[in-house]
T-cell receptor, first 113, second 115 residues
Framework: QKEVEQDPGPLSVPEGAIVSLNCTYSNSAFQYFMWYRQYSRKGPELLMYTYSSGNKEDGRFTAQVDKSSKYISLFIRDSQPSDSATYLCAMRSSGGSQGNLIFGKGTKLSVKP | GAVVSQHPSRVICKSGTSVKIECRSLDFQATTMFWYRQFPKKSLMLMATSNEGSKATYEQGVEKDKFLINHASLTLSTLTVTSAHPEDSSFYIC???????????FGDGTRLSIL
């Protein structure tokens, strides 16, 4: 079993839809959870950063962490064509090197006008 | 805040050339910088971790003599691909973090093409 599983998609939605992106993981030691957005030929851009379980909201984006289920989600409300990108989840345990950041393979999202 | 600048964004050069890529944290001091490689439609693969003033730590399978990393200051790390060959063609991305618990912030990557 891979440490982090993420459906690569592609996921295609109409403009204005609510998008749900998810990752599951197997390592119960993970404490820090991130979502990055990566446009084609660009570096990843940090969208959300959460510690341990719970919800975090920032504008149209909501991140949820359920450590009991080892499941994290990113919701995008009122999706826009500019949200079309690949979304990467990433996570790591506390302590140790930050280099131990484990990425999902990314979900490619396309928002159609 | 937390802007990381990477330069150049695109390099095309002949086989055997050495190529240097710069990574700068513009508005914060980065205690640690990271270098990744990304293949098409794949996720990021960590190559090495560098801390200011000390030798970089390379991941298993990454040739340290091939990929030279220097982290001379808290705002600058460089990756030099020595004697590059076509198989070194890839998308190289750096990231930086300013504290142990803070997330990594990424540069926009360098697309390296070796002819």
């Amino acid at each position: 079993q891979k440490e982090v599983e993420q459906d690569p998609g592609p996921l295609s939605v109409p403009e204005g839809a609510i998008v749900s992106l998810n990752c599951t993981y197997s390592n119960s030691a993970f404490q820090y959870f991130m979502w990055y957005r990566q446009y084609s030929r660009k570096g990843p851009e940090l969208l959300m950063y959460t510690y341990s379980s719970g919800n975090k909201e920032d504008g149209r984006f909501t991140a949820q962490v359920d450590k009991s289920s080892k499941y994290i989600s990113l919701f995008i409300r009122d999706s826009q064509p500019s949200d079309s990108a690949t979304y990467l989840c990433a996570m790591r345990s506390s302590g140790g090197s930050q280099g131990n950041l484990i990425f999902g393979k990314g979900t490619k999202l396309s928002v159609k006008p | 805040g937390a802007v990381v600048s990477q330069h150049p964004s695109r390099v095309i050069c002949k086989s055997g050339t050495s190529v240097k890529i710069e990574c700068r944290s513009l508005d914060f001091q980065a205690t640690t910088m990271f270098w990744y490689r990304q293949f098409p439609k794949k996720s990021l693969m960590l190559m090495a971790t560098s801390n200011e003033g000390s030798k970089a730590t390379y991941e298993q399978g990454v040739e340290k003599d091939k990929f030279l990393i220097n982290h001379a200051s808290l705002t600058l790390s460089t990756l030099t691909v020595t004697s590059a060959h076509p198989e070194d063609s890839s998308f190289y991305i750096c990231s930086a973090s300013f504290a142990g618990d803070q997330p990594q912030h990424f540069g926009d990557g360098t697309r390296l093409s070796i002819l």
